[in-house]
């Protein structure tokens, strides 16, 4: 019964820290480990109590899910770097774009007034 309690409370511990890990001010490197860990040690608390070993299927879980939510969460923030820096290339293209349909436009006034 004991073990039961503690797999139970290891699980809605996990859940219920879920939406602060998401929501947080963390990149998404960070993000991805927290929910990992978190949702790794839920379901790691729920196995080990089956094997009656609820804080090693706790840790365990909780190496495992923590790796897979680094892994995801690192690609994600790869994406998101990638995404900002070309958004930042076309801004910048778009300026010079800008500037030079200005010039053209003064040297056109340019030549109508010769």
Known sequence: MRINWIATSAFVIAIAAL???????????QKG??????????????????????VAGTLIGAGVGGVGGYAVGHELQQQQ???????QAIYSQQRQIE????????????????
Do not use: K, W
């Open 19 to 29: 939406p602060a890990v998401a929501s947080a001010q963390f990149t998404e490197t």
């Open 33 to 54: 480990t927290g929910v990992g860990v978190l949702l790794g040690a839920g379901t790691g608390a729920i196995v080990g109590a089956a094997v009656h070993h609820p």
């Open 81 to 87: 770097d990638m995404n900002y820096e070309n958004r």
């Open 99 to 114: 500037h030079q349909r200005r010039e053209i436009q003064q040297l056109q006034q340019v030549q109508s007034t010769e």
